[in-house]
């Protein structure tokens, strides 16, 4: 968490305009500017080593502040070839959050020639720290806590906060441990400087706290963060030890990195490390090929459903005519049911005890899309092949887009169930079976009704 | 933004366990529970009229903490049941944001009824606020600021505060104005407590402040607080008058809901006003059905290409068999490509400037996809029908994934460029314009190529 708004945003455009990079992002990284600009700047401009050269050149606390802002791949890259001396004091100098993350880049010797040379204190941090795996509150919570021992008075909090400040992420709000060091409350800075210097910290602080265990997901934190509007979520251990605390702004980059994730697994996309275009093509090539590769074997379903009912087609090739269609309007129904039911999952909206509530109301609305789509399509059939058309076509229609709806409320909680990401259910899996099914259910009808077979 | 933690969260399995819904929610209406908990236990459990009446017989404070945090529907409703000294209270209690949202939700004759009694600065409050469209910053932001005049020192800063802190919705970043109301920097209660009380507030204020126009998008508010890590954004005019500030929670806040709207478009789904549970069924069906009629015509392409080559589907009915694999990897290809690329230009990954670099890296991983998956289906199409229908398949295959990507790659970008929301590119939308390609693409190959024609 910055201190907000100490610099003036960057006028990328501006930028983009002029004609020397390599000067032009020197020249940015030394001004005035937001870090997270220059840290833009510097990946869109410059080459892994001149972004380390430039990074050399500057006073340590703004170089720290505009690492800290690289993407993590840039920031892996970097360590990779800047100076050991240059990794200490960034080590040093970074929030234990970010200091932990980079020691996890680093090659296991960096790491070992590191650990030797850091100061006593740095070292427990950043081996604690850098212990809880990627995902998890523990990898995203900082030790840079303002504490206050309990039995104090708020001049006293107030003199210890002025003494600590620096060292901590934020001293809006303040822990409240005792000798154990168990969070017992926290206090805002609000109320201690509207509050009479005797009064008695005990008494001014709240006891009952939102907090979470280090070990769950990254993704509950944020939750958490989120509902309860909190600045910080105290991160504690089973013994209510407090551990460290997770700020509102990483809260914030974890929402938008998870949705992100959603996002793409919704078209069957494997997450991305790093944005669309910093991303390489061998990279995007895999992040793609896998599903699109199980998908056309999903898809041969439909070919088989369709070679087996061969006969039917010869006879009536007019059939074919509605294929798309009909295939098509059941997954796409399916694909809307599927995106609401992982949306409705992921923010929390729904949950497994909705399951019959929620098949009940899927069945009554699917139901009602299946008979408009049939009213809107049977003139068509009527038109291509009379009666008999129109109503192997409206009724296939209904049974379609019901089945795709029901398939697609479903795959989320199944997956949601056996403890999958729900998102997994993506747009075109929910697509490729609700085909399969729409191709059969089709010419089934179309056999039957007009005694084909 | 709250002052975090005031009390437990709830726990709700224990809730849904109890057998008297209201008698239980009340009780836990009266307790030291989060609003948010007991907004949304309350709007589970009770109806609309029960609501008001619990709410009624809460102390002021508690009243609107949870009011606040009930769905803006079931505010909507309430404001609609309950008593105008009751809603008056209400207006006076809630921060400015939230009054305005719920003084656009009344009917012009409680407006009117409203507004006579209101203090007067309540009501010029009100009504400069309401004035804002839903969706811009202007709408979101909050006048409870905390104000400093220039020329004073730290000590004098610190009094005006403590003394001013129960109006504003933060004291953390305190904003300096001019005689004139323009905003010249900020300073944060940091800064304050650390600085000497002689010093000039002047010199250690922030005078380089990222700023938004209040007619801007609350997108593009909800993304400067998270770029810049900001606590609060301010909303100036055009002369740099300060007309309010965003919190960090309230951009939260947007980033969910876009991110939801999002979501929801990329399935071709309306967006909805409240959860999946608590829309209504008509509201679903409403919200679902546009999409899926516009489809159907424009999968009747597909039809009309299917028609178009009838004469080869009866001289090859096999070749009906690879239909659903090769238009399907078509949608699914582009059903990536067009989620990347809406997704990108949503977080400001990806600008319209960027549009030829994307171009080329799609033409290359796209063709790469596309050979890919002509070598997986070629065996096959040689299992079936020979080196002739291997060679078709394969190579429809190589033009359709190409096609698709390409298609759903530039359609958010057609869009983005046409200033509509690029999410329009949904997924069922891209995946039935590929489909239609991918028709038109196998039989014309298979055409040509088989001599059938």
Redesign the interface.
């Known amino acids: ?9 960057l006028e990328l455009n501006l930028v ?1 305009e002029l004609p020397l990079p390599s000067d032009v992002s020197w020249r940015f990284a030394q001004a ?1 500017f ?1 870090p ?1 600009d220059v840290a833009d700047q510097l990946t869109a401009l410059l080459t892994v080593e001149e972004i380390a050269a430039c990074l050399e050149l500057l006073p340590l606390i703004r170089r720290t502040e505009i690492f800290d802002y690289l993407p993590d791949g840039i920031q892996e890259a970097v360590a990779g070839v800047v100076s050991l001396d240059s990794l200490m004091e960034l080590l040093e100098e970074l929030p234990s959050d970010s200091a932990a993350d980079l020691f996890n880049y680093l090659s296991p010797d960096q790491q070992a020639d590191l650990l030797k040379d850091l100061p006593a204190r740095n070292r427990a941090t950043i081996q604690h720290l850098s212990s809880y795996p990627s995902g998890t509150a523990g990898a995203l919570m900082t030790s840079e806590i303002s504490l206050l021992p309990t039995g104090i008075n708020v001049q006293r909090a ?1 003199e210890i ?2 003494r600590t ?1 620096t060292g901590s992420e934020t ?3 303040t822990y409240i441990v005792d000798p154990r060091h168990r969070l017992v409350g ?1 206090v ?4 201690l ?2 509050a009479p210097p005797k009064a008695s910290l005990d008494k001014l602080m ?1 006891e ?3 907090t979470i265990l280090p070990d769950e997901h990254q993704q509950e934190a944020a939750r ?9 979520l105290p991160v504690v251990d089973e013994s209510q030890r407090l551990l460290g605390i997770i700020t ?2 990483d ?3 974890v ?2 990195e998870e ?2 994730e ?3 697994l ?4 494997a997450p991305l490390e790093t ?3 910093r991303t390489s ?1 061998v990279n ?2 895999r992040s ?2 896998m ?3 199980l ?2 074997f999903a ?2 379903v ?3 459903g ?2 087996f009912f ?1 006969d039917t ?2 006879a009536k ?2 059939l ?6 009909l ?3 059941g ?3 399916g ?2 049911a ?7 999952l992921a ?1 929390g ?2 949950g497994l ?2 399951w019959t ?2 098949l009940g ?1 899927e069945l ?2 699917a139901g ?2 299946g008979l ?2 049939a009213i ?2 049977s003139p ?1 059939g009527m038109f291509r092949g009379g009666t008999d058309i129109a109503l192997v076509v409206g009724l296939s229609m209904v049974v379609i ?1 019901l089945f795709g709806s029901l398939l697609g409320m479903s795959l989320p909680f199944l997956l949601h169930r056996l403890k999958w990401d729900p998102a997994t259910a993506s ?2 899996l929910v ?2 079976l609700a ?2 099914g729409g ?1 059969v259910t089709y010419f089934a009808l179309a056999t039957w009704l007009l005694g084909l077979h």
């Not at 968490?1 to 945003?9: A, F, H």
């Not at 919704?266 to 996309?269: G, H, L």
């Not at 995106?339 to 409705?344: H, Q, S, Y």
Request: hydrophobic share 50%; aromatic share 6%; glycine share 4%.
């Open positions: 968490m910055t201190e907000q708004n100490e610099s003036k945003p983009n005035n937001q997270v107030l906060l002025r400040a001293i809006y709000h926290v805002s800075l609000r109320e400087i509207l709240t009952e706290l939102v958490l963060v989120s509902r309860y509007d909190l600045l910080a509102y702004d809260a914030m980059d929402v938008e949705d992100t959603d996002i793409h919704s078209a069957s996309v944005g669309l275009l093509l995007l090539y793609r090929v599903w699109l590769i998908l056309i898809n041969l439909s070919g088989v369709i070679a061969e087609i010869s090739v007019a074919v005519f509605f294929l798309p269609l295939i098509g309007s997954g796409n129904a694909a809307q599927s995106t609401l039911m992982v949306r409705g923010v909206d729904v005890g909705d509530r929620l109301r009554l609305v009602a899309l408009t789509m809107a399509v068509i887009v747009t075109p697509t490729t085909d399969a191709v």
